[in-house]
C-alpha cells in the first residue's frame, strides 16, 4: 500500500466509525420524551441523581441483536449510566432489574 492509500484508508475509516458512532450515541442522550430538568435558586435538581439518570437517560431498544453483539450491550444505556463499571455481558439482565424496579416504584423508566 501507498502512503496515499494508508491516508485514504485511515480517513475513510474515522469517517464511518464517527458516523455511526453519533447515530448510536445521540438517540439515547437527546430525546424529545426526556427530561431536562432545571436547578433551583440554590443549583440543585428537583430530585436525585438515580432518578435524574432515569428521567434524562433511554434506551434504545432492549432486544435489538444488533446493539447487543456489534455494540456490546450499548442499547442498554440506562444500566451503563448507573453502573458505568458493570461489565457488558450483564447489562441486559441488569436492564430487566432496572425496568421492573421503576415500574414498581412508579420511577420513571
Known amino acids: ?3 496515499g492509500q494508508l491516508l485514504l484508508a485511515f480517513l475513510v ?3 464511518v466509525a464517527g458516523s455511526h458512532a ?3 450515541l445521540l438517540p439515547p442522550h ?4 426526556n ?13 436525585s441523581w438515580f432518578v435524574h ?6 434506551d434504545v431498544d432492549g432486544r435489538n441483536w444488533y446493539f447487543k453483539f456489534v455494540m456490546g450491550n450499548f ?3 440506562i444500566a451503563h449510566h448507573l453502573f458505568p463499571k458493570i461489565s457488558y455481558l450483564y447489562a441486559d439482565k ?9 415500574r414498581e416504584k412508579n420511577l420513571p423508566y
Do not use: E, M
Not at 437527546?30 to 420524551?33: A, H, K, Q, R, S
Not at 441488569?94 to 421503576?102: K, M, Y
Open 30 to 33: 437527546v430525546n424529545t420524551n
Open 22 to 24: 453519533l447515530l448510536v
Open 53 to 58: 439518570q432515569l428521567a434524562t437517560t433511554n
Open 13 to 15: 475509516f474515522f469517517l
Open 35 to 47: 427530561d431536562f430538568a432545571t436547578t433551583n435558586s440554590n443549583g440543585k435538581l428537583p430530585y
Open 94 to 102: 441488569l436492564t430487566d432489574i432496572i425496568r421492573d424496579f421503576c
Open 1 to 3: 500500500f501507498t502512503w
Open 75 to 77: 442499547n442498554c444505556h
